[in-house]
């Protein structure tokens, strides 16, 4: 890990550590959860809300009124909306990324859930996502979420990752598969 990145993790980690615990104490989990969702909705869709927290070029005082502003217009909770504006004053915006995902994983921990990274050749339907997450709940032996992506390079098949454990069914990985077998042989 380069060390930008393990410094933003950790600043990261620090701000997570000190939400969750606060809306853990103030029983306003589920709050945190929502806005962490509606959060990380806003910065895939808007590059405005994405340069707002990456540029140099706003000041403290401006990043801190416009961020400001963006929790208020969201109607995030109080801690979330004080902590996005600790860190603008702070200069510590670009780790809001980071901070969500840690939030994200403090939460799903807490409540006995896992989240499993699947990729298919194809969008799956709501009854193979069903017995997916049925199987691999049983597998895990906790509850397991699914963050379904498309990839049509698969060609067919799944790639699953729960926590650092990889599936890979693939027909392009068995294609792979074959090629490096046939390479042997010849």
Same mark, same amino acid.
Do not use: C
């Given at each position: 890990?380069?060390e930008?990145a393990s410094i933003?993790t950790?600043?990261?980690?620090r701000?997570?550590?000190?939400m969750?615990e606060?809306?853990?104490?103030s029983?306003?989990l589920d709050?945190?959860?929502?806005d962490?969702s509606a959060?990380?909705?806003a910065?895939?869709?808007s590059?405005?809300?994405?340069?707002?927290i990456?540029?140099?070029?706003y000041?403290?005082?401006?990043?801190?009124?416009?961020?400001g502003?963006?929790?208020?217009?969201?109607?995030v909770?109080a801690?979330?909306?004080n902590t /996005?504006?600790?860190m603008?004053? *702070?200069?510590? /915006?670009?780790?809001?990324?980071?901070? %969500?995902r840690?939030l994200r994983?403090?939460?799903a921990?807490?409540k006995?859930e896992?989240?499993a990274?699947?990729?298919?050749a194809k969008a /799956?339907t709501?009854?193979? @996502?069903?017995k997916?997450?049925?199987?691999? @709940?049983a597998s895990?032996?906790r509850?397991v *979420? %699914?963050?379904?992506?498309?990839?049509?390079? %698969?060609i067919?098949?799944?790639?699953?990752?729960?926590?650092?454990?990889?599936?890979?069914?693939?027909?392009?990985?068995?294609?792979?598969s /074959?090629?490096?077998t046939m390479?042997?042989?010849?």
């Amino acid at each position: 890990m380069s060390e930008p990145a393990s410094i933003s993790t950790g600043i990261a980690a620090r701000y997570a550590t000190a939400m969750f615990e606060l809306a853990q104490e103030s029983g306003a989990l589920d709050a945190l959860e929502a806005d962490v969702s509606a959060l990380e909705a806003a910065l895939a869709e808007s590059a405005d809300l994405r340069d707002l927290i990456n540029s140099p070029i706003y000041g403290r005082d401006e990043t801190q009124s416009a961020i400001g502003g963006v929790a208020d217009a969201m109607g995030v909770n109080a801690i979330t909306g004080n902590t /996005l504006r600790l860190m603008a004053g *702070k200069r510590r /915006l670009f780790v809001l990324p980071a901070l %969500l995902r840690e939030l994200r994983s403090r939460i799903a921990d807490h409540k006995g859930e896992v989240t499993a990274d699947v990729t298919s050749a194809k969008a /799956l339907t709501k009854a193979q @996502s069903d017995k997916l997450q049925k199987a691999l @709940s049983a597998s895990v032996g906790r509850e397991v *979420k %699914l963050n379904a992506t498309v990839d049509e390079s %698969l060609i067919g098949g799944l790639v699953v990752k729960v926590g650092s454990r990889m599936i890979d069914t693939s027909i392009r990985a068995k294609l792979n598969s /074959l090629q490096n077998t046939m390479k042997e042989v010849g």
